[in-house]
């Protein structure tokens, strides 16, 4: 994978206070499972389901099947652009998984919620997207994942993260196994759309069909500026993929 660059200005986010907190027992609780946007309140004396570890293996694969892909959103959610990302999957009929930075997804909470309740999954991108934490220590490498866990989770109302996505492709076996271990898979991608550095909506979907050869993970962006070319280029690529007998899947577990 590719390591990104030009993405200075998650650099100057500061985490915000972590830790989640208790909720009451009257709340309306979200649950993990793709599909489903509400369950019964919890009793007060319930604890919280038990983290089942997963693979440490990078994943790359779909759980839809050998003729589907997996759209992956990077670095939101942003107020103006996640709820566009989000209409054009709606009007697709297409589910997606949204790899969120934990600050902003505490500055938002309301389009986390609208993330899960359409029944799109969540995934970690850590604290501060530092593209070069895989040469940071340990300890650097556990605060940045398990902080942006506590803050998605909690902006999310109770919905945990199930893969963890590396900055810039910034993995160790550290992180790794750390990610695992909390429920969180390792996800990679396979297909890279460009759509950071705005090359415009064609130069996107042509990157996007010449790299499909490469697998099903497909990377696109929510946040990090104007992304009305990701936005547009989603709005026919989507299209165009089912067109192909293409389906939509979310990453392997």
Partial sequence: MARHTGRGWYGRVIGAAVG???????????????????????????????????SPVIAHSSDGG??????????????????????????????ATFCMIGPQAQAHPDVVRKVVAAGHRLCDHTVSHDTGMDH???????????????????????????????????????????????????????????????????????TVRSELPNGPTLLFHDAGGDRSQTVAALRTLLPWLKQRGYGFGFPVR
Avoid: C
């Fill in 20 to 54: 989640v907190t208790a909720m009451a027992a009257a709340a309306s609780v979200w649950t993990a499972q793709a599909g489903q946007n509400h369950a019964p309140a919890a009793p007060a004396h319930r604890t919280a389901p038990k983290t089942v570890a997963v």
């Fill in 66 to 95: 050998a003729h589907a892909v997996n759209i992956t959103i990077d670095d939101g959610p942003d107020p103006t652009w996640t709820p566009q990302v989000l209409q054009v999957l709606r009007e697709n009929g297409v589910k």
């Fill in 136 to 206: 940071k220590s340990e300890s650097y490498q556990s605060q940045q994942i398990l902080d942006a866990e506590r803050q998605i989770t909690e902006a999310s109302g109770g919905v945990r993260p199930m893969y963890y996505r590396a900055p810039g492709g910034a993995f160790t076996p550290y992180s790794r196994k750390l990610a695992a271990a909390h429920g969180m898979r390792p996800l990679g991608w396979n297909v890279d759309s460009k759509d950071f550095d705005r090359p415009g909506t064609a130069a996107i979907l042509a």
